[in-house]
């Protein structure tokens, strides 16, 4: 018989992703039994908010998995390495928002809006990955496009927020702005250069091509999801001094021609997109309209003058919401609806 409530833990509950999953869980109402806040030993015998109630946090290396039904797991990919098989092992679906299991062909990678089909493949290890932060809001955009007028090629240019690389990365943009302000250096830590009044063309790892690894993981990721495996596509990845919000210059080639006014009419009825592009009044989205928001939005919708089935826009979201925790709860909410 199906439950009407689930048991949830999140793993990496302190963390800046963390954080965000409980206030997800409590602002859409998801069908929360117990909650269980997971994290290191670090933090452990700490307390979070959750609909008015204190909640303890644990420690995960000592947390019996077999009273969970759903992990949200947001604590970096060594930590899903070790603790997903136990929990999977212990009758837990995992929802990892790690890049863990994600280019593992058994294990459906998600976007709600996009493939909301694939959580099915669930049953095969238990597990279901939420893709990187880039690439979800990518695809909210270009799925519609693909689906009418095909892809051949994207070509794409992410300016990252902070609050991508975790918490102590947030403060490092904070701490670095008011020394600036002071007349000092300030100390830089998470990021190689300082990141205050600058812009770093590194995100992630180098691979032996030449491209970082979130450069790969948007080819990657976009192939599998949108189950295109001969789209052709290149990114460049930079760190920008923003807090909350990526943003992403996108020029995509179809292989049917389209107009941008036929795009722009597909966005404005796609799911979790909203248009925000009128070149009279000079509007279009920034991070800052994007932080805190649940949307994607989609703006400077134009033709592309290099190429005749050439269409250029600008992409905002939120990051820690439509680029993790949102979009983690929203498979949750799909898993329980038809599932579980
Ligand atoms: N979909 C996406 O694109 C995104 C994915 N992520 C993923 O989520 C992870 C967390 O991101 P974020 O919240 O920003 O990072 P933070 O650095 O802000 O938080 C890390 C969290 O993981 C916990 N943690 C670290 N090590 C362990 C451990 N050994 N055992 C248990 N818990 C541990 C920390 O607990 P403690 O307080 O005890 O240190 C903290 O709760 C990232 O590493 C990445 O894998 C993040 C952002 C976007
Ligand atoms: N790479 C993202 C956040 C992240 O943690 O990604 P991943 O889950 O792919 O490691 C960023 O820095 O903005």
Redesign the pocket.
Known sequence: MQKSRYNVAI??????????MLQILEQRKFPVDKLYL???????G?RLPFTGKQVL?R???TFDWSQVDIGL????????A??APKAVAAGCVVID????FRYDDEIPLVVPEVNPQRIADYRRHGIIA???????QMLLALKPIADVAGIERVVVATYQAV????????EELGQQTLAIFRHEEGVTEVFPKRIAFNCLPQIDVFQENGYTKEEMKMLWETRKILEIPDIALTATCVRVPVFYGHSEAVNVVTRELITPEAVRALLEKAPGVVVVDDRSTATWPSALDAAGQDATYVGRIRGDCSHERGINFWVVAD??RK??AL??VQIAELLVRDYL
Not at 163 to 170: E, H, L, N, V, Y
């Open positions: 793993l990496g509950a302190t963390g800046a992703v963390g954080e965000v997971l994290a290191s030993s670090h933090s452990a700490g946090v420690d995960a290396a797991f947001s604590a970096g990919a060594k930590v899903s070790e603790y928002n790690t890049s863990q939420n893709p990187n932060c880039s690439t979800i609050s991508g690389a975790g918490r102590r990365a947030i990051n820690i680029g993790a979009n983690s």
